[in-house]
């Protein structure tokens, strides 16, 4: 059966909003750590993403694996007509969720003094005074956000997670370290900020989903809340182990010092901009990928698959390469002492280019009902380099954390791009890249050879024009490779 043609106007429309509304999310954040730098210090900065990142890694165990589970199930629900179903599944999710992440924040609370003395930062306790009451508010939102995915609510979801945080966070900065300094420490309001930003993302989550399921009737349905955490307990076992975008900095706090962590933090994050691709494309893909497999159409499957890895890859090489080549610039403008990440950023840059060029390996073993593979292997791939990263964090600091986060992260979408093979027989990863890689060298050596004459941003500049440019009939071919796509969808 061929859906009518708006259907694919608008699975087209979602991504080209996906991509743009990501792509702001990475200069946004880079403001949003300009601001923090300028404003409070690396120090401050850096005991504030101590804080946050111990309430990442007991967000993704208070989460219970729920918030990918609602996605899975809800995307179901929509298929079979039954979206009014939805709410029996969201709201004891969001119950068990807030009851566990509740006794997570308390305990966070009263172990904030011995967790400064663990990470020699004094300062944590007062900013983990407002972060604690944080964690249920964030931990919920994941729910409300994924069942927004899963309905339709693309948009929304997208534009809560890669703009409004941003720009809610931004605003919170700028007004309390303006008008807030004389009643709270610097750390003290970066975590208030933290707050009042999680509760106003919550807010427009909530007024979202009621508008998406108000119309709705609640038919029996088919799936139960028990069929829901049965899918999820996998997941929930995954998450026992902490994610890698918080041990890293956890590892390296204990070893080394807050600064360190800024340091590595701002490294951190700006390589992410390579992954905007990725993300945009799995913002939309997750339900497409449910009704493929519910309809048993592999060939589509593995076709939008590759596909979109294929897409992600062409955009994500020359953001690697720009990373690399402005390393120093990008690094030294937050503040002078931040050109200590720069190996940490080139390092970790290269891994997430082989993160790219894999595609959506995880989100289709989640939709397609291999969750227990993708738990089984974090669990060994990250323990292994949680323990790598101590080793390294001891005898090399920054750049040794970063050299294990970057293994762990190869590892690991190796390993799930070859389960996908093994379990679905398809091949999910970029296809047919060779042309772009050789376009990408063409424009470094051209980068080298204007560099001195005009400087490294207008080299650069001239790195992507020759890109595109050697690139452009590539585009062409993959623009009409679209139509033959669409016209075969279920």
């Known amino acids: ?102 006794i997570a924040g308390v305990g966070l609370y009263f172990s904030r003094e011995w967790l400064a003395s663990h990470f020699n930062a004094p300062s944590l306790p007062m900013v983990i005074l407002f972060v604690a009451p944080a964690l249920p508010v964030f931990v919920v939102s994941f729910g409300f956000r994924e069942t927004i995915r899963a309905l339709g609510g693309i948009k929304a979801s997208i534009f809560q997670k890669n703009i409004l945080t941003n720009l809610a966070f931004i605003i919170f900065l700028l007004f309390l370290g303006y008008w807030g300094r004389d009643f709270f420490s610097k750390v003290g309001t970066l975590g208030l900020a933290a707050l009042l930003n999680c509760l106003v993302n919550l807010v427009f989550l909530m007024i979202v989903f009621r508008t998406l399921t108000q119309r709705e009737t609640s038919p029996p349905g088919e799936t139960s809340f028990r069929e829901l955490l049965w899918y999820s307990w996998p997941l929930f076992l995954n998450s026992l182990l902490p994610a890698f975008n918080a041990i890293d900095r956890l590892i390296l706090g204990f070893f080394t010092s807050p600064s360190e962590v800024a340091y590595y933090e701002v490294a951190a994050k700006v390589e992410t901009i390579i992954t905007l691709p990725l993300v945009a494309v799995n913002s939309v893909i997750p339900p497409l990928i449910v009704k493929f497999y519910e309809c048993g159409n592999m060939a589509n499957l593995e076709l939008i698959a590759q596909t979109t890895a294929r897409w992600a890859y062409f955009l994500g090489l020359p953001l690697t390469l720009l990373l690399i080549l402005l390393a120093p610039e990008i690094l030294g403008y937050v503040g002078a002492n931040f050109i200590k990440a720069r190996f940490a950023l080139i390092v970790l840059s290269l891994a997430q280019l082989v993160n790219v060029a ?101 080299g650069a500049a001239f790195f992507l024009l020759a890109y595109l440019a050697l690139l452009a009939k590539t585009i062409k071919k993959e623009i009409e490779l679209a139509s033959p796509m669409i016209s075969r969808q279920p």
């Open 358 to 458: 894999s595609g959506s390996v995880g989100f289709i073993l989640y939709m397609t009902g291999h969750q227990w593979t993708v738990a089984i292997g974090r669990f060994v791939i990250m323990g292994i380099a949680a323990i790598l990263m101590a080793v390294l964090a001891k005898a090399y600091g920054l750049d040794g954390v970063a050299c294990a986060s970057a293994f762990g992260l190869i590892v690991l979408n190796v390993f799930l791009g070859l389960s996908v093979w093994r379990y679905l027989n398809i091949k999910a990863f970029a296809w047919g890249t060779g042309w772009a890689n050789l376009s990408a060298l063409l424009g470094v050596l051209l980068f080298f050879v204007v560099k001195p004459l005009v400087g490294p941003f207008v």
């Open 1 to 102: 059966m061929t859906p009518p043609p708006t259907f694919m106007r608008s699975i087209a429309a979602d991504s080209l909003l996906a991509v743009i509304l990501v792509g702001v999310s990475g200069p946004l954040w880079y403001l949003v750590t300009l601001v923090m730098a300028r404003l409070y210090g690396d120090q401050a900065m850096g005991t504030y993403f101590i804080a946050w990142n111990l309430v990442l890694i007991l967000t993704g165990v208070c989460r219970l694996g729920l918030d990918i589970g609602l996605l899975r199930f809800s995307a179901v629900l929509k298929t079979r007509g039954q979206v009014g179903a939805v709410r029996r599944l969201l709201w004891p999710a969001v119950g068990l969720m807030i009851a566990v992440s509740a």
